[in-house]
Each structure stands twice: as structure tokens, then as C-alpha cells.
């Protein structure tokens, strides 16, 4: 059911992007960017390991009555800082302007300064629904947001063309969606009562999220660092351009819900030191995401120029390059390597990692924007990535007890990337010989066919076999 809704969801979000990419200009596009990424980044700062510590602590207790107050004591937390969040946006605006050299950002900045607050807080309830075996309700929530939003910038891009009616439009979207989780779950499984939150409990919490919170923070900064460079040295324009092509595609969009529903799994497996278990089901999932996100990712690379129109605009096609560098991105992000960190209490190993990849993707990222271009800081992220990934995955193999080599299937990986290197190139070679002259739509949709079925054929009964192991796993 989630992995369904992930699908149309994810159809939708990028049919959003159409609509913004073609309807606004670069420089309002630009504008617009600047906007969200003063939010994402405000969003990773405040959530401050909340949502990790209620997986964590509710789960740790079984959902029983000690699990409860903590949940309430977190949710307590969030909203006080959410707020102080909120108030430094608003205070600071005119900074935030300077920072991007664009004076139009601190009239943006009372729409989304809240919104940091009203998407922690309902990831935190999401984790919540998930424990409660309410998986269903976040698919239809989703779903129901997903069409919500397209509406309302179709509205915003059609009748009212400005991008602060596109903010306004999501702050609301966002405000009702949290109103009617918090309604639901106060209805059919648990009132969170903040009022009821004991703060003795703020240490335990704190000793739990800190560590945690450090690695969302550098990784979100890590993660958005090059936008943050572009920003700076960069004009409107640049970030418009490279923000659209260093847009996050859903090829995890059949891989992401599985991991959503085995982290309660796989938490409890590793409290009950059942490492067999917990490495079996985390394998799993690696195998069945790298498998799945490449074939996909591939076929995307192939077809690259042609789907940057099919998704955005010509306008933006200057941006191919960085746009393929980030689906290389996507394919090294293939598993949540993190969630064994949390798991095992590791939080302040993970603040290693993500501290080093911040510092060594600011040396490079300027050091390459001066010798690239703006295409130079995906290439940083490409490389801090593919070092990252392989590392974490090594030391979660490590926490796990067992090797590397058997959560992800070395021989396996491998046949994958040169049966998806040949489909590639023949299909390449096809595109270029004989569908020369038809419009993107069809260029790409031919491409990817002739691209994809051999591999669909090959791989076929393995991620078959695969998705009934995981979807076999059940708390004993």
C-alpha cells in the first residue's frame, strides 16, 4: 500500500515541479529555491534527532505506558524549539537576504518560517502511525497531500502566478494535514497530551537526540552545501538552474516504503540482540534498493536530455550535466544505512562521518566551483557520497556482526551494474541511429523499453523472491 501511494505520490511531486519549471521564470524559479532551502535546512537543524528518539524510545518500552510519556515529552520539545526556529527565520531575514544577494527573500520568509516546525512534527506522528501498525492511514494521507498540493499550484501557477501564493498554498496544505493526523491519532490510538510532558525525562532525550540531531544537521548541510555555495557566489538564476537539476527523483519510490515499515523491526531486533534476524531483514532490503533504484537510475541517464524536458523545460537543459552527476548521487543512496546506527546507540559515530563529509564538501565544493563552474559541486557530492556510502555500509555490516558481503551481495551487485552498463550502451546507440527527430516524450519512453526489458527479464524473479522475504518478516 505505501509503496503504491510512494508511486502516484511521486508522479505528482514531479508534475508540481513541471508546473513550477514551465509557469515562472529562472530568476522567480531561482527565487523560489532560495525560499525552500532556507526551510529544508531550518527543517534538519530543529528536528534535533526527534524523530529517531521516538522510534527509539517508544519502541524500546514495547508502546507501553513509559513509552508514552516520553513521546509526549518529545513532541513537547519539538514544539518549543520549532518556535524558537521559527522566530530566528523572522528575526534574521533580512541576513538570509544578503546571504543569497537577493533582497525579494526576506518578504518570502514569513511563509516558511514555520513550516520547519509543521513537517518535523508530522514526520514525528508518522513514525508514531507506523508503530501503531497505521500504515495505511500514512498512504492515504500522502496521497490525499500529494493531490492537495498539485492543486494548489496549478491555482498559484495559473491564476495567480506569483511564487508567494505557491508558499502560502503549502503552508496551509501543511497546517491541515498535521491537524488531521493529530485528530486521528487523538481519536483511535493515543492523545498526545503535551501538557503532560515531563521535562526530568529532557536529559534522557537530549543524551539520545543530540548526537543523532548533529548527524541530520551536517548531513542536511553536507547534502545542501552546494546549494548553499551556489547561493553564495552564484546568481538567482545559477541556483534556479542547478536546484532543478539537482532535484532528489523517487527512483527509491518502490524501495523507500519498505524501510518505513522494518525499522520498528529491525530496532527491536537489534534491542533484543537478535543479529541474524536484524542483518537478514537489512540485507534484504539493500539487495531488493540497489537492484531496483540502478535499473531505474540507469535508464534515466541514458535518456537524460530528454527527461530533463519531459520534467522541467528546454530552458533548463544547460543543467544536463549536473542533473546526470545527481542520479549518480541517487544510485549511491540506494539503503538507509543509518537506521543500524540509531539502533545501536551509535549516534556520535554517525556525527563523525557527517562532520567530515560537510568539511570535505566545502573545501571542494568552492575549490570545484572555481575550476567547473557550477557544475563543479556535484561533482564534490558525487565523490563524498560514494566514500560515505561505502564506509557506512561497511560498519553497519560490522554492528550487525556480520560481513559486508552478506548484507549486500557483492558477485550480485556487480552483474547488475554490467548487465545495466550494456543495456545502456545499446540503447544509447539506438537512440542516437534511429529516434532522432521524435519529441522527448517518445525518444525517452522508446529508450527506456529497449533499455529496461532485457534487465526486467533478467532480474525479474529475484526481486520477486526478494520482496516475499520482506514482506515474510514478522515480529515475533
Request: proline share 2%; hydrophobic share 55%.
Amino acid at each position: 500500500m505505501l509503496t503504491f501511494v510512494r508511486v502516484v505520490t511521486a508522479c505528482i511531486s514531479i508534475l508540481i515541479y513541471k508546473l513550477l519549471a514551465v509557469n515562472f521564470s529562472l530568476d522567480e524559479y531561482g527565487l523560489y529555491s532560495q525560499a525552500i532551502l532556507v526551510s529544508t535546512t531550518v527543517t534538519s537543524i530543529t528536528i534535533m534527532g526527534m524523530t529517531d528518539a521516538i522510534n527509539f524510545f517508544y519502541n524500546k518500552d514495547k508502546g507501553g505506558e513509559v513509552g508514552k510519556s516520553y513521546v509526549e515529552t518529545i513532541f513537547a520539545l519539538q514544539i518549543i524549539i520549532g518556535v524558537i526556529g521559527a522566530i530566528v527565520v523572522l528575526v534574521f531575514k533580512n541576513q538570509i537576504a544578503a546571504y543569497f544577494g537577493e533582497p525579494k527573500v526576506a518578504g518570502l520568509m514569513i511563509y516558511v518560517a514555520f513550516i520547519p516546525l509543521l513537517t518535523n512534527a508530522t514526520n514525528m506522528l508518522q513514525v508514531l502511525f507506523i508503530s501503531y501498525r497505521r500504515a495505511k492511514i500514512i498512504a492515504v494521507r500522502n496521497l490525499l497531500f500529494s493531490v492537495l498540493k498539485v492543486f494548489a499550484v496549478f491555482l498559484a501557477s495559473y491564476l495567480f502566478k506569483t511564487i508567494e501564493v505557491v508558499l502560502i498554498n503549502s503552508l496551509l496544505l501543511d497546517i491541515i494535514m498535521l491537524a488531521y493526523m493529530v485528530w486521528y491519532s487523538r481519536k483511535h490510538f493515543f492523545v498526545i497530551d503535551i501538557r503532560k510532558a515531563r521535562f526530568l525525562q529532557t536529559k534522557e532525550i537530549l543524551a539520545y537526540s543530540i548526537p543523532m540531531a548533529m548527524y541530520i544537521i551536517t548531513n542536511s548541510l553536507s547534502r545542501n552545501l552546494d546549494k548553499l555555495v551556489i547561493g553564495w557566489f552564484g546568481t538567482t538564476e545559477d541556483i534556479a538552474l542547478y536546484s532543478i537539476a539537482a532535484k532528489e527523483l523517487p527512483f527509491d519510490m518502490l524501495t523507500s516504503s519498505f524501510i518505513t515499515v522494518l525499522v520498528p523491526y529491525i530496532t527491536r531486533y537489534i534491542a533484543e540482540k537478535k543479529y541474524d534476524k536484524a542483518a537478514d531483514t537489512f540485507s534484504k532490503y539493500i539487495q531488493i534498493s540497489y537492484t531496483i533504484t540502478w535499473l531505474i537510475a540507469g535508464g534515466a541517464i541514458v535518456g537524460a536530455r530528454d527527461l530533463m524536458v519531459i520534467l522541467y523545460d528546454p530552458k533548463y537543459l544547460s543543467a544536463t550535466t549536473i542533473f546526470v552527476l545527481y542520479i549518480i548521487v541517487d544510485m549511491f543512496r540506494f539503503a538507509n544505512t543509518t537506521i543500524v546506527f540509531a539502533a545501536k546507540g551509535r549516534t556520535k559515530e554517525l556525527i563523525i562521518y557527517s562532520g567530515s563529509a560537510v568539511l570535505s564538501n566545502l573545501v571542494l565544493n568552492i575549490w570545484f566551483f572555481n575550476i567547473f563552474g557550477i557544475v563543479g559541486p556535484a561533482i564534490s557530492t558525487v565523490l563524498i557520497t560514494c566514500v560515505l556510502s561505502v564506509i557506512m555500509l561497511f560498519r553497519s555490516g560490522q554492528l550487525l556482526k556480520t560481513k559486508v558481503t552478506e548484507l549486500i551481495n557483492v558477485k550480485q551487485m556487480l552483474t547488475i551494474l554490467v548487465e545495466i552498463i550494456i543495456c545502456g550502451i545499446i540503447a544509447h546507440q539506438i537512440q542516437i541511429r534511429f529516434l532522432d527527430g521524435f519529441s522527448s516524450l517518445i525518444t525517452f519512453g522508446l529508450t527506456f523499453v529497449i533499455y529496461g526489458t532485457p534487465l526486467l527479464l533478467l532480474n525479474f524473479k529475484r526481486v520477486l523472491a526478494l520482496l516475499k522475504g520482506i514482506n515474510s518478516v514478522k515480529m515475533q
